[in-house]
């Protein structure tokens, strides 16, 4: 059983996400916090496994928070949850302790998965952000769009399926600009979903970062 310490700085939000998660299976919502204060009072006598971490917690800064949750508890496991989308927030959550990051907008299905991942020893990377994110990696330098190819373990022709899909194309649009056809490009739109674990996609994000590849 995975136990969840929630927390979110919305009081109805915080109830809904308790509720829903409190109906998903393997999971126990072993206490809730609504500000940064009061997680870090509770994560010795809740012992979770993971924090679902609001990083619009008020009281102290959330990465300062973060970094004060692994000294903590270095076991724990943190999935970031947020509004925001910028990718140079996303990757200092990342290197400052969290070991996914989930939108707020993500369906409860994907935060459970979610839950689920960083708790088996994954990182976990929402499927909007993934994409997104590769998508600007991709539309950089060549070498971003090289160290990207490579961490994934896609083709050349995967990569640019990739990128126009990250642009929000779909399949007849994509076989229309790569002169192929439309059952084509689903067969490379398979092979993308098996290649791209989340785990790949967040180590390619904080690759990409400490090597300078992401745009400023």
């Known amino acids: 059983m995975i136990r969840v ?36 009072a509770q994560l010795a006598s809740a012992t979770p496994t993971v924090v679902l971490f609001d990083l619009a917690l008020p009281g102290p800064d959330a990465f300062a928070v973060l970094s004060a949750l692994r000294e903590q508890d270095p076991q724990l496991r943190i999935l970031a949850h947020s509004d925001l989308t910028n990718e140079h ?32 020893g994954r990182p976990f990377l929402c499927s909007t952000m993934g994409l997104a994110l590769l998508g600007r990696l991709y539309a950089g330098s060549p070498v971003a769009s090289d160290v990207a190819r490579a961490a994934l373990g896609l083709s050349k022709r995967e990569m640019e399926v990739l990128g126009l899909v990250a642009e929000g194309l779909t399949n007849a649009e994509i076989a229309l600009k790569l002169f192929t056809s439309k059952r084509t490009v689903e067969t490379h739109r398979q092979n993308i979903m098996d290649k791209t674990q989340t785990r790949n996609t967040a180590a390619l994000i904080k690759l990409a970062v400490r090597q300078g590849l992401l745009p400023e």
Do not use: Q
Not at 10 to 39: F, K, N, Q, S, W
């Open 89 to 120: 927030y996303v990757a200092r959550a990342l290197d400052l302790g969290a070991h996914g990051y989930l939108l707020k907008n993500a369906r409860l299905s994907e935060l459970v998965h979610g839950l689920h991942t960083v708790a088996a």
């Open 5 to 40: 310490l929630l927390t979110a700085s919305d009081t109805p939000m915080r109830e809904a996400l308790r509720h829903g998660l409190e109906a998903a299976p393997g999971l126990e919502v072993v206490g809730e916090a609504g500000t940064g204060d009061e997680l870090l």
